[in-house]
């Protein structure tokens, strides 16, 4: 007992020592800092918003690196301008998540628009599939809004908050994290260099030449991300060979429906983006998207009011599979929307902005999280933009891996534990698992033209059409209340 | 008397890292009935400089490099939470969510702050690696974690150094019973020892006598015998009368997760307090 007791004397005095001289080095070690966050894009700037505005993580030190100059400058935003093509369809739980963190009152000062129907048919003409908000008894079914509003919103609102946020304006070069390690123990000292060789931190390092250390870095670095690549995250996944052309529309009226016309290369999707504007998101094969990328305007105006139109194939009529006495034995009740008929989008009459062209591809993270590492948005998942999700899935794991800090928070944890993270990685990998592998069966349905498949395929729209507990199904998926795709509807 | 002056002595050595200020409060909080700890106060808190001085000298000779390499070695396996004390690490929040939330609704603290506990004693009985200690120092407490075994106090030592948030833990090589002339708390926390401890009745009397007027007790094991439960609960029960809240853990294979439950058959965690009768 006594020697014990004595043993414990010598090691806490030998600590005390250094410890008097270390804290003052500490406190003015400016670069160090709870988390990380590589890239300031809208799903690392929704991270930010989120942890500046939960209770338990408003106290955390963030710092924000991204080299993109919209981060330093403020509400640059013009309202004459026309609206840009970069576009997100947001889902009604993006929608309350930002209402949440206080972001949605900075979009409502910008051009956005919400609609609260949708109308989804093929080329074959042989069905179509209309949704609408009242279906489940909800105002609207989305928001369209150009992603350069999304994120001077989410900057206002950090901007609005005492959270303590360094931006830096650089790229990260390299990454390293030590293994936790308390064999330095002799040497105990907290200067962050200390930590650093305990595995206490992760450092990183900037192309301007600066480092910083952090408990955990979040790498919202998109697609391409270099986190990911430095942390040796595997991915899997394939690029379709196929391009998306994206612009910016007008019509003479204002369009108040999201429109989605599956063609024989791929989905053309018109959403309204406010006043006159609708955005195209065009899916074709890659010489086809060069052709229309530099094809005159009038010429392209036409091609597009042709693929929304008769192109390919005749309108859907509702009778052509007997359509709702076929599933009248498992309606239910009758959705609002199911005697709705097929309509015509409006026409687009001029070109409103350039066009754009992205190679489309899938990716997917094998892992989200490793020791004092986590992967959020396209860093984790990067999916094809059929229905709008990417961004909505990202700010689903922006919101995700904020409440799981907050809980680590809560019960004294060190944020950056893998057994914290993985949390996080249990929620969010199967919901966007499940997302990603439900777009890829639509993205294959459609890349072949085959008479059987095509009548299967029709039979589905049909399906979606006529089956209220089904359609409300995929309305409640599809706008981020419900994570797994299909709870069997007949069962809920 | 004496051998109380003696037992103080060391303790003052022992938080003679945290200087006058940390002692200060240490004494003045305890309310009363104990003449030890005011005495104490003034003397020691003016002796601090040379206790370190004194002691700087030996610990070069006292502790051999390869000894505590050795024990670095043990101490990151209590820390991997894949490793061998997998199943502490994977309950771990689940008790912790449980003493958050009955600490403060007893001390009346913010739940919605990030360090609920500032202004809170904690002695952390049977603190082993300081698994339990670490996050309470996270949650503001100022934590003592005592462990009969002189080789966790290590572990627990060199790991909470590495962490400026962990680093004013105190840790201590002794008993619940040896504690009590020194630790005069506001809450008493011990985790997984009652299924050691010879007799869990008297054991829960000490953890009595170290808390204040007022104070707070949590006891947890993951209890393999029958008996430890029976007699530590039906002691802190009835004879002690400090069991406030009691609930138990249940593990959900499917999801890897601890859970709390009405079910108190195999693990369980208690809560009491103690009021001026």
Redesign the interface.
């Known amino acids: 007992m006594k020697s014990g007791v004595n043993r414990c004397q010598v090691i806490s005095c030998k600590k005390n020592e250094q410890e008097d001289e270390v804290m003052q080095n500490l406190t003015d070690d400016g670069h160090q800092y709870d988390v990380a966050i590589v890239g300031g894009g809208v799903v690392g700037m929704a991270l930010a918003c989120s942890l500046a505005h939960l209770p338990l993580t408003k106290h955390l030190k963030v710092a924000i690196i991204d080299s993109n100059p919209a981060l330093g400058k403020r509400n640059c935003i013009n309202k004459e301008d026309r609206p840009d093509p970069r576009v997100s369809t947001v889902t009604p739980a993006t929608i309350s998540f930002f209402k949440d963190i206080g972001a949605w009152q900075y979009i409502q000062q910008h051009r956005h628009a919400y609609f609260d129907k949708m109308q989804v048919w093929d080329y074959t003409g042989l069905g179509y599939t209309r949704y609408n908000a009242r279906d489940v008894n909800k105002e609207i079914l989305g928001c369209v809004v150009e992603n350069k509003v999304l994120h001077s919103s989410l900057l206002s609102c950090i901007e609005n908050t005492d959270f303590r946020k360094t931006i830096y304006p650089s790229k990260l070069t390299s990454m390293a994290l030590l293994p936790s390690s308390s064999s330095m123990g002799v040497d105990s000292t907290l200067l962050t260099t200390a930590l650093f060789t305990k595995g206490r931190l992760a450092k990183v390092e900037l192309s301007d030449g600066k480092s910083l250390y952090a408990k955990l870095v979040v790498g919202a670095d998109g697609g391409k991300s270099l986190v990911r690549e430095l942390a040796g995250f595997k991915t899997t996944g394939w690029n379709y060979s196929q391009n998306a052309v994206i612009c910016t529309v007008e019509h003479t009226e204002e369009n108040r429906c999201a429109w989605q016309r599956f063609l024989p290369a791929g989905p053309i999707a018109l959403l309204p983006i406010g006043d006159k504007f609708s955005n195209i998101v065009w899916t074709m094969n890659p010489k086809e998207s060069s052709d229309y990328k530099t094809m005159n305007e009038d010429e392209f105006v036409k091609t597009v009011n042709h693929a929304l139109d008769y192109g390919y194939g005749s309108h859907p009529k509702s009778s052509s599979l007997g359509g709702r006495d076929m599933f009248s034995w498992l309606r239910g009740d009758v959705t609002i929307s199911a005697d709705e008929c097929f309509e015509v989008p409006p026409k687009v009459i001029k070109l409103a902005s350039d066009r754009m062209v992205f190679p489309l591809s899938l990716k997917h993270a094998n892992n989200y999280v490793s020791k004092r590492v986590v992967l959020i948005g396209d860093a984790a998942h990067t999916v094809h933009p059929l229905a709008g999700q990417g961004v909505n899935l990202g700010f689903e794991d922006s919101h995700a891996l904020s409440r799981v800090i907050a809980e680590g928070v809560a019960v004294g944890s060190d944020i950056g534990e893998v057994s914290l993270l993985r949390k996080y990685e249990a929620e969010r990998k199967p919901a966007n698992i499940a997302m990603m592998a439900l777009l890829e069966v639509f993205q294959r349905a459609y890349s072949v033209d085959f008479g059987p498949l095509n009548i299967l395929r029709a039979a589905a729209f049909n399906g979606a059409h006529y089956i209220s507990p089904l359609k409300k199904s995929i309305i409640s998926y599809a706008s981020g209340e419900q994570k797994i795709p299909l709870r069997l509807p007949f069962f809920s | 008397m004496n051998l109380g002056w003696r037992m103080v002595r ?1 303790l003052r ?7 006058a200020f940390f002692n200060a409060r240490f004494f003045s909080d305890s309310t009363t009935q104990l003449p030890l700890a005011s005495v104490t106060v003034d003397p020691f808190s003016n002796t601090t400089k040379t ?2 001085n004194i ?2 000298n ?2 070069s000779s ?2 051999k ?1 390869l000894e ?2 050795k ?3 043990i ?2 396996t209590w ?3 894949e490793g061998p004390f997998k199943p502490l ?2 309950m ?2 689940t008790r ?2 449980f003493i ?1 939330s009955t600490l403060c609704r007893h001390f009346g603290k913010d739940p ?3 360090k609920p506990f500032e202004g809170l004693k904690i002695v952390d009985v049977g603190c082993g690696g300081g698994i339990l200690s ?6 503001g407490a100022t934590v003592t974690g005592v462990d009969a075994v ?1 080789k966790n ?3 627990a ?3 909470a ?4 948030e962990t ?1 004013t833990i ?5 008993t619940a019973g ?1 504690c009590q002339f020194w630790f005069i708390s506001c809450v008493r926390l011990s985790f997984l020892v009652i299924e050691h401890v010879a007799d869990p009745a008297e054991f829960c009397k000490s953890l009595a006598a170290l808390t204040i007027e007022g104070g707070a007790n949590v006891i947890s094991t993951i209890n393999r015998s029958m008996r430890a439960y029976a007699t530590a609960i039906v002691a802190a029960e009835y004879i002690l009368r400090w069991v406030k809240e009691m609930t138990g853990f249940v593990y959900n294979p499917l ?1 890897g997760r601890w859970s709390l439950s009405d079910d108190v058959g195999v693990n369980f965690i208690a809560f009491g307090t103690k009021n001026t009768q």
């Open positions: 060391k050595i022992v938080n003679a890292r945290n200087g206790n370190n002691n700087i030996s610990t006292s502790l490099h505590l390499a024990f670095a070695a101490a990151d820390w991997d939470s690490h994977v771990n929040p912790l969510a958050r919605n702050c990030a670490e996050p309470l120092a996270r949650m002189d106090i290590k572990i030592r060199l790991h150094g590495s962490d400026p680093s105190e840790y201590c090589c002794t040896m999801t």
